[in-house]
């Protein structure tokens, strides 16, 4: 198992949390953790591992920071 | 048909010109830029009688085109030292193009100490003593000015550009009789220099605008609106967390400027996020989604209460929060709404002076987070004008200079805004080539370095891409910029092939041309070099497109580090 700190931002967050430690399976990637939230892959606009942009396929690790966003353009 | 009105303040009279050819297809910022390089002398003083303050409204402007109401200022700036542009919603552009005006030019200095006011209406425009109104706040104006003459467009400088501070700005009247703003630049102390306190529009009587093809002007301002309610950013981002929703993402990418621009992240960020401010405003049952303009279907705006459900402010932006919030480390909603709502009355850019007390923080004035202290200065100090106020009303710069502080985030004296190059690389060199010194809005590359808006994102921690990004996106804003439309239609412009054209075709609708979208660039490539040469002749080279040295240094807790050459600026200009 794996420990990585979860961040959900705007409308994400509505009906789930804002930031949670989630105990994963070693391989759990971006796309796969989105599904889990069932989070349609194409609604998110912006996942960082570690404030990186991160694609879906990419691997969690022990201790990352991942943020989600929706498509949000700017201000 | 479109004039050029014209108001002389040392002959203290007015004229009505025809509109020169050259300048027939130009609007908004195209042609406030193109006047005052016409105009006015590079190397005047920009207080003094040989600047000139133009204003004009976009060529979509008065139209029933949505989020078509943004009004252009444009003068040599007394901040930065180059050319000026600075636009803001509010009702003034929509009048001013009913009342067939495509500019205001305002030319001159009266002797004397009087004051003046000038009322433009179907019959022209006149000039008139003022008195009763010298020294009041920029909400005292426009209430007054409501009961002497009517709920007319208002433009209006406060306190501080009477004083002529470097950071005034000039207000406008928006549709609740509260007020949006053309921040940037000083233009405010460019209008107090030529002692005008405020100007009246009143369109009442006015013919309605002429389309020259009106079935054809409906149908593409329909695909147009739609494109814009489409696009998630537009659609649905902006209107429901407003532009501070920014607040979180660019905390994610650790490039929210914190502690005077020391780090990239900040604790505290969920106390001042678009969430926290949108949970807020609806549990005292304020607005989480106002519009600045009449006809605005984005409504990014909204209206704050405090706890008692009293008004505080309205269009309270990312960049003011986060710089008060995080910058200044203040953290507190409720102290930066106050804090807004001060620096609107008494009328300086929220950005600029934002920004200076975070540097007066780091130079030992106040300490970092003393919301309080913060609002004292600006009750206290800047409105009444105190060597203490004028010097946090001097911007950024000066007060770095005035305190010995080696961290000044400014590029031509110009503050940067809420978000830190180093780690978002794209908008660093929009800051360093903007003719317009630092400035987020001349070419806003974080929606395609963090969102990836404009076809993917361009890493923002990378040096690849970003000056071709940022010329991209320079040259295209300045279509915005001249239309009058409002800044955020460069999402939907940039991601739906249904936008552009639309633009184009309620163009040529409205004045029966036959433009495609490839003049847009031409115009965007021709101001840029109009303005760059106005600078150039200023005396500004290559040399003033530079960061700050301090962004050399490692930001925490990225280590990102702003590591382009000159050279590499350098290329933004090869075009």
Same mark, same amino acid.
């Given at each position: 198992?794996?420990?990585?700190?979860?961040?959900?931002?705007?409308?994400?967050?509505?009906?789930?949390?804002?930031?949670?430690?989630?105990?994963?399976?070693?391989?759990?990637?971006?796309?796969?953790?989105?599904?889990?939230?069932?989070?349609?892959?194409?609604?998110?606009?912006?996942?960082?591992?570690?404030?990186?942009?991160?694609?879906?396929?990419?691997?969690?690790?022990?201790?990352?920071?991942?943020?989600?966003?929706?498509?949000?353009?700017?201000? | 048909?479109?004039?050029?009105?014209?108001?002389?303040?040392?002959?203290?009279?007015?004229?009505?010109?025809?509109?020169?050819?050259?300048? !027939?297809? /130009? &609007?908004?910022? @195209? #042609?406030?830029?193109?006047?005052?390089? $016409?105009?006015?002398?590079?190397?005047?003083?920009? %207080?003094?009688?040989?600047?000139?303050?133009?204003?004009?409204?976009?060529?979509?402007?008065?139209?029933?085109?949505?989020?078509?109401?943004?009004?252009?200022?444009?003068?040599?700036?007394?901040?930065?030292?180059?050319?000026?542009?600075?636009?803001?919603?509010?009702?003034?552009?929509?009048?001013? !193009?009913? /009342? &067939?005006?495509? @500019? #205001?030019?305002?030319?001159?200095?009266? $002797?004397?100490?009087?004051?003046?006011?000038?009322? %433009?209406?179907?019959?022209?425009?006149?000039?008139?003593?003022?008195?009763?109104?010298?020294?009041?706040?920029?909400?005292?104006?426009?209430?007054?000015?409501?009961?002497?003459?009517?709920?007319?467009?208002?433009?209006?400088?406060?306190?501080?550009?009477?004083?002529?501070?470097?950071?005034?700005?000039?207000?406008?009247?928006?549709?609740?009789?509260?007020?949006?703003?053309?921040?940037?630049?000083?233009?405010?102390?460019?209008?107090?220099?030529?002692?005008?306190?405020?100007?009246?529009?009143?369109?009442?009587?006015?013919?309605?605008?002429?389309?020259?093809?009106?079935?054809?002007?409906?149908?593409?301002?329909?695909?147009?609106?739609?494109?814009?309610?489409?696009?998630?950013?537009?659609?649905?981002?902006?209107?429901?967390?407003?532009?501070?929703?920014?607040?979180?993402?660019?905390?994610?990418?650790?490039?929210?400027?914190?502690?005077?621009?020391?780090?990239?992240?900040?604790?505290?960020?969920?106390?001042?996020?678009?969430?926290?401010?949108?949970?807020?405003?609806?549990?005292?049952?304020?607005?989480?989604?106002?519009?600045?303009?009449?006809?605005?279907?984005?409504?990014?705006?909204?209206?704050?209460?405090?706890?008692?459900?009293?008004?505080?402010?309205?269009?309270?932006?990312?960049?003011?929060?986060?710089?008060?919030?995080?910058?200044?480390?203040?953290?507190?909603?409720?102290?930066?709404?106050?804090?807004?709502?001060?620096?609107?009355?008494?009328?300086?850019?929220?950005?600029?002076?934002?920004?200076?007390?975070?540097?007066?923080?780091?130079?030992?004035?106040?300490?970092?987070?003393?919301?309080?202290?913060?609002?004292?200065?600006?009750?206290?100090?800047?409105?009444?004008?105190?060597?203490?106020?004028?010097?946090?009303?001097?911007?950024?710069?000066?007060?770095?200079?005035?305190?010995?502080?080696?961290?000044?985030?400014?590029?031509?004296?110009?503050?940067?805004?809420?978000?830190?190059?180093?780690?978002?690389?794209?908008?660093?060199?929009?800051?360093?080539?903007?003719?317009?010194?630092?400035?987020?809005?001349?070419?806003?590359?974080?929606?395609?370095?963090?969102?990836?808006?404009?076809?993917?994102?361009?890493?923002?921690?990378?040096?690849?891409?970003?000056?071709?990004?940022?010329?991209?996106?320079?040259?295209?804003?300045?279509?915005?910029?001249?239309?009058?439309?409002?800044?955020?239609?460069?999402?939907?412009?940039?991601?739906?092939?249904?936008?552009?054209?639309?633009?184009?075709?309620?163009?040529?609708?409205?004045?029966?041309?036959?433009?495609?979208?490839?003049?847009?660039?031409?115009?965007?490539?021709?101001?840029?070099?109009?303005?760059?040469?106005?600078?150039?002749?200023?005396?500004?080279?290559?040399?003033?497109?530079?960061?700050?040295?301090?962004?050399?240094?490692?930001?925490?807790?990225?280590?990102?580090?702003?590591?382009?050459?000159?050279?590499?600026?350098?290329?933004?200009?090869?075009?």
């Amino acid at each position: 198992m794996i420990e990585v700190t979860v961040h959900l931002l705007a409308t994400f967050r509505n009906d789930r949390f804002k930031t949670e430690l989630q105990q994963l399976a070693e391989g759990t990637t971006v796309g796969s953790l989105v599904s889990a939230f069932a989070i349609p892959e194409q609604e998110v606009g912006m996942a960082l591992v570690n404030g990186r942009h991160a694609p879906m396929a990419h691997p969690l690790n022990h201790g990352d920071v991942l943020h989600l966003a929706p498509w949000i353009a700017g201000g | 048909m479109d004039k050029i009105f014209r108001v002389d303040m040392s002959a203290l009279n007015c004229s009505v010109e025809p509109v020169p050819s050259d300048w !027939a297809a /130009l &609007g908004g910022r @195209a #042609l406030t830029s193109a006047i005052v390089a $016409k105009e006015v002398p590079p190397t005047c003083h920009a %207080l003094g009688e040989n600047n000139k303050l133009v204003f004009a409204p976009g060529l979509l402007s008065g139209t029933t085109a949505v989020n078509s109401g943004r009004l252009s200022a444009g003068a040599k700036s007394p901040l930065t030292g180059t050319i000026k542009e600075s636009n803001a919603g509010g009702t003034a552009a929509q009048v001013l !193009a009913r /009342l &067939g005006v495509k @500019a #205001l030019i305002i030319e001159g200095i009266p $002797k004397g100490d009087g004051w003046y006011g000038l009322h %433009l209406n179907k019959e022209g425009v006149s000039i008139v003593e003022e008195k009763e109104l010298i020294g009041k706040g920029n909400f005292a104006v426009i209430e007054a000015l409501e009961k002497r003459l009517g709920k007319t467009g208002v433009l209006t400088i406060g306190p501080a550009g009477e004083m002529k501070m470097l950071s005034a700005n000039i207000s406008v009247r928006d549709i609740d009789g509260k007020l949006r703003s053309h921040g940037r630049g000083g233009l405010g102390a460019v209008m107090g220099s030529k002692r005008i306190k405020f100007i009246a529009l009143d369109d009442a009587g006015a013919p309605a605008l002429a389309l020259a093809d009106p079935a054809k002007f409906t149908a593409a301002a329909r695909t147009f609106a739609k494109a814009i309610m489409n696009h998630p950013g537009t659609g649905q981002g902006l209107p429901t967390y407003g532009t501070a929703e920014m607040v979180n993402i660019v905390n994610a990418a650790g490039g929210l400027p914190t502690r005077n621009f020391l780090h990239g992240r900040y604790e505290h960020n969920e106390k001042i996020s678009g969430e926290t401010l949108r949970e807020t405003i609806i549990e005292r049952g304020g607005n989480p989604s106002h519009g600045c303009q009449s006809g605005c279907v984005i409504k990014c705006s909204q209206v704050f209460l405090d706890k008692k459900g009293k008004y505080v402010t309205s269009g309270m932006e990312y960049e003011t929060i986060e710089i008060l919030g995080a910058n200044a480390m203040i953290g507190d909603l409720d102290v930066i709404a106050e804090a807004d709502h001060l620096m609107d009355d008494i009328g300086v850019d929220s950005i600029e002076t934002s920004v200076a007390i975070g540097v007066a923080m780091e130079g030992g004035v106040l300490p970092f987070g003393d919301g309080q202290g913060v609002l004292r200065l600006l009750r206290e100090e800047l409105r009444a004008g105190t060597p203490l106020g004028r010097a946090i009303g001097s911007g950024a710069a000066g007060v770095g200079k005035l305190y010995g502080v080696t961290r000044v985030p400014v590029v031509k004296n110009q503050a940067i805004p809420a978000y830190d190059p180093r780690a978002i690389k794209g908008i660093g060199i929009t800051y360093a080539t903007s003719t317009m010194g630092a400035d987020h809005t001349a070419g806003y590359a974080v929606a395609t370095n963090l969102m990836g808006v404009g076809g993917g994102v361009v890493d923002p921690q990378k040096k690849d891409g970003q000056v071709e990004l940022s010329r991209h996106l320079q040259i295209a804003t300045v279509m915005l910029d001249s239309m009058g439309l409002c800044l955020f239609i460069g999402f939907p412009a940039a991601d739906d092939p249904s936008c552009v054209p639309a633009v184009v075709d309620m163009l040529n609708a409205r004045f029966g041309l036959e433009l495609t979208p490839e003049w847009f660039g031409g115009l965007g490539v021709t101001t840029l070099k109009t303005e760059r040469a106005f600078n150039v002749a200023a005396g500004f080279g290559r040399e003033h497109d530079r960061l700050p040295e301090f962004f050399r240094e490692p930001l925490s807790p990225s280590g990102a580090v702003w590591d382009f050459t000159g050279e590499e600026i350098d290329q933004f200009w090869n075009f």
